[in-house]
């Protein structure tokens, strides 16, 4: 594989794909700038100049069996998160249209636990028509976790367009961060949604103690799956989480890590996620490296608007749109 990158990124427009075969230690050691220069020629060819925004509302929170290592809502740690049922359809609703009026192109509920089920379940689906029928200008999305196929169409016909499942890690690292679920239920689940005819959104985490093997890993497997939207999340450590004590990530190498996942899934909207504080002025350099999209605001609050405006005035001040 060639190691000029910008070369790389050339052929990557005409056509050529990376894979599991090719030798994918370049991107851990090529010219960081020539490697980003590299991305944002290939974000400029397949997404253009639109920056994604999406939004998400925590549902229901906290006292979740699953014991993922970096999570605050596990039940398994001992940590300082807010535990609620399923909100009130009104709060969720009234959240969508905020969102909707800041000019936020996706909204999703993401609820703890390792299935939304039941009357839960039915509720959300509840909301999601009403938010349907009353907000026009926004896409709908939802993570929830393991659900089934029935479940998964009765979203689609909820008029949820998009499914978001993270696979966290790479399939070797993967049993280090969680015990209770596996990669392969991650993987199958994501197969479902394409099925389904909806927009795959997973990613996952760096900076959980894994290798540059395993980030490549990753990025190869979204790439696999023809992921549509890949959230990148940095690790803020927890207290409370096995990972409290893990030092945080270099913001160099969370830029590494966006540009040799728009080589290797050149089409997909590379979003960042949790972790942008760990990056100057709100991961600037990273949309200019690859990175396509981005989660923003902040849940139910006035300050959700302030990031969201903020958001905005960076989009606009790097000429995206």
């Given at each position: ?180 679920h596996t990669y392969e ?36 497997s979204l790439a696999e ?52 504080a760990l990056m100057t ?41």
């Amino acid at each position: 594989m060639s190691t000029d990158m910008l070369s790389l990124a050339e052929e990557i427009i005409n056509g050529r794909r990376i894979n599991r075969r090719d030798d994918l230690s370049v991107f851990i050691n090529c010219d960081l700038d020539e490697l980003c220069e590299g991305a944002d020629k290939i974000r400029e060819h397949f997404v253009g100049k639109k920056i994604d925004l999406c939004s998400i509302i925590n549902g229901r929170s906290g006292r979740c069996p699953e014991d993922c290592k970096y999570c605050a809502q596990s039940a398994h740690h001992k940590t300082e998160c807010e535990i609620y049922d399923f909100l009130p359809e009104e709060k969720i609703v009234e959240a969508c249209k905020l969102n909707e009026r800041e000019g936020v192109d996706r909204f999703s509920i993401v609820t703890a636990g390792r299935a939304l089920t039941g009357e839960e379940f039915d509720k959300a689906i509840h909301a999601y028509e009403t938010m349907n029928a009353e907000c026009k200008n926004i896409e709908l999305c939802a993570s929830m976790g393991f659900i089934s196929k029935e479940q998964l169409h009765r979203l689609h016909e909820a008029g949820v367009k998009s499914y978001h499942h993270n696979i966290e890690t790479s399939k070797r690292n993967f049993p280090n961060i969680c015990t209770t679920h596996t990669y392969e239920q991650k993987m199958a689940t994501l197969k479902m949604v394409k099925e389904e005819g909806m927009y795959v959104c997973s990613g996952g985490i760096i900076g959980m103690g894994e290798t540059w093997e395993d980030r490549l890993d990753m990025a190869v497997s979204l790439a696999e799956v023809e992921a549509d939207s890949i959230p990148i999340n940095a690790l803020m450590p927890i207290k409370g989480t096995p990972l409290e004590n893990l030092p945080r990530i270099s913001e160099e190498d969370i830029i590494r890590t966006i540009a040799f996942f728009r080589y290797i899934n050149p089409k997909a909207d590379i979003r960042l996620a949790a972790g942008r504080a760990l990056m100057t002025n709100d991961g600037e350099k990273a949309f200019k490296s690859g990175a396509s999209a981005s989660i923003t605001g902040n849940m139910l609050t006035t300050v959700a608007c302030a990031t969201i405006r903020s958001d905005h005035e960076l989009i606009k001040s790097i000429g995206r749109e």
